[in-house]
């Protein structure tokens, strides 16, 4: 484990002195605001436009190749959670399975990236302070190193980049543009 890492993990996580209400935003942030980022995208795939609709779409495509990738990860690389090394503080229970990458910090990332690549009204920027603030708050929580986190954010990252990678690759095959053309055109009369 690099030195960095532990520095890093010792600084961010919480302990005795860090004030509840941190640990209170800590806590919601990676309990509840994943929760709440799934009603959203669902009433978006419900109420949104077509265009809405279709980025939302590709970001969950995003997020299901990240969990795929972060599950393959862990099977390669079993590395321990902190507190299965005994180290820092661990706030929120959780199991002890591996935690190289870190699966909330995958999935933000993958959400931010795809909605960054495909804005929809402003998710974009919130995407990407809803992932940082995750990323944060797994440290802070002491469930993950820091190297987690940021493996997480690649993963994720990763993952949005192919499937809008794909995306575009399937938009410029002559049969598909052919009926992109007749669906504008419908819309247009």
Known sequence: M???DLAVFRLVNADATTAPAVLAAARWISQQLPIAAGG????????????QRRAIAQALVSMAIAWISVQWLRHAVPAQRPAQLGMGVQWIE?????????????????LAA??????????????VASA?????SRVCLGV????????GLLTGMLAAAAVHG???AVGRLPGVQAAMQRQAQARAH
């Open 2 to 4: 690099l030195e960095l």
């Open 144 to 151: 993950h190193f820091p190297s987690d986190v940021v493996a």
């Open 132 to 136: 940082a603030l995750m990323m944060w």
């Open 94 to 110: 959780h199991a002890a399975r591996a935690g190289f990458p870190s699966m909330h910090a995958a999935a933000a990332a993958a």
């Open 166 to 168: 794909a995306v575009r």
């Open 40 to 51: 959203a995208l669902l009433g978006g795939l419900f109420f949104g436009n077509p265009g």
């Open 114 to 127: 795809s909605l960054a690549r495909r804005p929809v009204a402003g998710l974009g920027a919130l995407a």
